[in-house]
Every structure is written in C-alpha cells, then in structure tokens.
C-alpha cells in the first residue's frame, strides 16, 4: 500500500509539451502514428510504438481509436473488423473494464503495467463494468 500513497503523494510538476494537434483537429504527428501502425499491424513489427514518448502514445492509441475503420480499409481490406464500444482508451486487454482512467484521469495509466507492457510496474486496473 505504500505505492499508491507515494503515487497520490508525488507534486505534480508543470511541464508544457508539445502541442499534439494541428488547428483543424488533426494529429501532428499523424503521418508517424500510421507508419508505426502500418509497422504494427502489416509488418507484425508489434513493439513500434512502444518506443514513443508516453504522452505520444497516448496520442497514439486516440488516433488509432478515431482512425481504425478507415486505416484498416487502406492497408488491410480485406480484414473484418468488430470494435466494441469502450469509454477508455485500450492500451492492452487488461484495461478492458477498468475505471481508473475515469476516476484518476489518463495520467494514472502510465505507471500501470498495461501501459506499454511493462510487467514490473504494478498493476493499477480499478474493477469496473466489462463493456465490450
């Protein structure tokens, strides 16, 4: 329990990123995230975005999210998809029914071990409703 006291404890410091979206809406880096979807899903190179920023990935996983029927269409038409309907943005299968992007904001997401994958940070899922 000592984590999740240092984790609410820490003093959030205020860092400016770089603005993420164009005036129209659209990602700036939208031509990046569709070769590193392309990398992903046609070349089976399925660690790419990994190697992104944290807040980029975030980006990332929105763009793919608004983006996934037409990308499909483009380099994949022959690929049926089936999305479900989720408030969250997935990074993994063990977000699916977790509320705690809800209840703590995204930023809690990135010391969960779903985000990204990586197994030796805790496991921060939040028991919610399965929506699928």
Request: charged share 25%.
């Amino acid at each position: 329990m000592n984590w999740i006291k240092r984790l609410f404890n820490k003093k959030a410091e205020t860092k400016l990123d770089a603005p993420s979206l164009n005036i129209d809406g659209s990602f700036i880096n939208a031509d990046k995230f569709e070769g590193i979807w392309v990398a992903e899903n046609v070349n089976g190179n399925y660690g790419a975005s990994k190697s992104l920023r944290d807040n980029d990935y975030i980006d990332y996983h929105i763009w793919e999210d608004q983006n996934s029927s037409e990308i499909y269409k483009k380099h994949l038409p022959n690929t049926m998809v089936i999305r479900g309907n989720n408030p969250n943005i997935i990074f993994h299968g063990g977000c699916l029914g977790c509320i705690s992007q809800r209840n703590n904001g995204i930023d809690r997401c990135k010391g969960c071990q779903y985000f990204k994958g990586n197994w030796r940070k805790p496991n921060l899922y939040v028991e919610g409703e399965m929506l699928i």
